[in-house]
């Protein structure tokens, strides 16, 4: 099998693991167990975007992500909390720093690759 056809594949099927995980979770515990599983999976983004730029599978990425982010994104808000008193502002001001992390980490990515062909 060729990997565009693969790639499809893996597509469909996390896309349909994905509806099925919500939709399960919603009819378990409803409206919140939505919301929780919507919210891990938001959490995990960033740190699968700075994983998707190393060389790891699709299925390591997703693992390692909904790790790291239930570990380091919590101890990111608490430590932004120790300087903002706010939990909320503390929550958004972490996401920003791992995108933006997560940004300068692809053009320093990008960088060092045109840098090191010359």
């Known amino acids: ?7 499809f594949w893996l597509n469909k099927w ?7 995980l919500l939709s399960g979770s919603f009819f378990v515990s409803g409206i919140y167990g ?3 599983i919507l919210i891990l999976l938001f959490f995990a983004l960033p740190f699968f975007l700075i994983l998707d ?5 699709f299925d390591e990425k997703i ?4 790790f ?4 380091f994104f919590s101890l990111l808000i608490y430590w932004i909390n ?4 706010s939990y909320r502002y503390s929550l958004i001001v972490a996401y920003v720093v791992l995108i933006v992390s997560y940004l300068g980490l692809r053009f320093s990515k990008k960088w060092w690759s045109k840098s090191a062909s010359h």
Do not use: G, H, R, Y
């Open 1 to 7: 099998m060729s990997d565009k056809i693969e790639n």
């Open 14 to 20: 996390t896309w349909l693991c994905l509806v099925l």
């Open 34 to 36: 939505f919301k929780v």
């Open 53 to 57: 730029l190393f060389d790891f599978s």
């Open 63 to 66: 693992i390692f992500s909904l």
């Open 68 to 71: 790291i982010s239930l570990a």
């Open 82 to 85: 120790q300087i903002i008193p």
